[in-house]
């Protein structure tokens, strides 16, 4: 009785049933995207349904599948992550269809094929994080794979980088253990929010000499490449947290700062003529 009659009550018991649409609304938000979800079943049947996948079924909701993230007030799926499940197929093209993802990861299976060209800002805006390490992709690295955190370590890749690299905005680029020819130095400039590039173990071949590092590059692993020239002097003001540019072809003084001085003679070993510390002198 008192309940109907007090106003005050009344109020709450409204104040309740808004926050309750408000949280089944909510949690309706968090469901998959349809489109989506689609898509996802599709990527699961492209890489042949594989029983570490049973789980993406119709029992849960898409965005609570292993491996996926949604926007919880869209339902758009913004990561993908297939990690480590050792399965063979080439990179799904349903993947287009997710054009809300901001990470993929697809590191350690058996992926074979080329790298395909959507995988990049163009057809997917807000991807800002793709890896593909430890897969056997093979072809060359499509110009239109510009991603912010880009690592396609340790697979087959062949040919020269795209020219496009030169003007895209890299933060970390790990390209090592491939078989990529010819010139990285367009990866470089003063400006650029480069902080990590690796290229270990491929067959580059540029003048380091003539490159601008950038102000916030701290780490660069460059060896078993053919990179010529010298060591660049602004190397010496850079606060390096890895440095290794060792059997290359590199030549001249290594360039004195107090964080190149925590790394031993073997980030400089097997080139051509480097001389000073942690080298013997120049000169001698
Ligand atoms: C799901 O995503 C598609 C784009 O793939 C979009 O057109 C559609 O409006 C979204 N659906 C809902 C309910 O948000
Ligand atoms: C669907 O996924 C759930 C886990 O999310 C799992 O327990 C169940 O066995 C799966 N169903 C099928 C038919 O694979
Ligand atoms: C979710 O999507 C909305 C609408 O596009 C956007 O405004 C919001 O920033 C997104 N949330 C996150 C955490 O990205
Ligand atoms: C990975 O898959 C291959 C076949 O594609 C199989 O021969 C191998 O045993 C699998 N390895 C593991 C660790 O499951
Ligand atoms: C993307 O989704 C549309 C609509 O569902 C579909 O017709 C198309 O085949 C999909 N594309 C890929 C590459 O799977
Ligand atoms: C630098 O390269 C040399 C030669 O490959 C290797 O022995 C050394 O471990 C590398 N250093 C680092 C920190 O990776």
Known sequence: ?????????????????VLVLAAAAHTDGALCNKSDKAAL???????????????????????SWDGISCNATTGRVTELTVFALNISAPIPAAIANLTKLQIINFAYNQL????????????????????????????TIPPT??????????NLLTGPLPA??????????????????????????????LNALRLSRNRFKFDLGRVELPEVIDILEIDHNMVYGS???????????RFNV??????????QGRYTHRFGAKHFAGNKCLCGRPLPPCGS
């Open 231 to 241: 060591i660049p002097a602004a190397a010496a003001a850079r606060k390096w947290l």
């Open 246 to 255: 060792s059997f290359n072809q590199l030549c001249g003084p290594i360039p």
């Open 112 to 139: 074979y094929g080329s790298i395909p060209a959507f995988l990049g800002p163009h057809a997917l805006p807000d991807l800002t994080f793709l890896r593909l390490d430890g897969n056997r992709l093979t072809g």
């Open 145 to 154: 794979v510009t991603v912010f955190d880009l690592s396609l370590v340790g």
């Open 1 to 17: 009785m008192e309940f109907t009659t007090n106003p005050s009550n009344v109020v709450t018991t409204l104040l309740l049933a």
């Open 41 to 63: 079943l599709a990527v699961k049947s492209a890489l042949g349904n594989p029983p570490a996948l049973s789980g993406w079924n119709s029992t849960v909701a898409c965005c």
């Open 164 to 193: 496009t690299f030169g003007h895209a905005n890299f933060g970390d680029v790990d390209l090592t253990d491939n078989q990529l020819t010819g010139d990285a130095s367009m990866l470089f400039g003063a400006k650029k929010q």
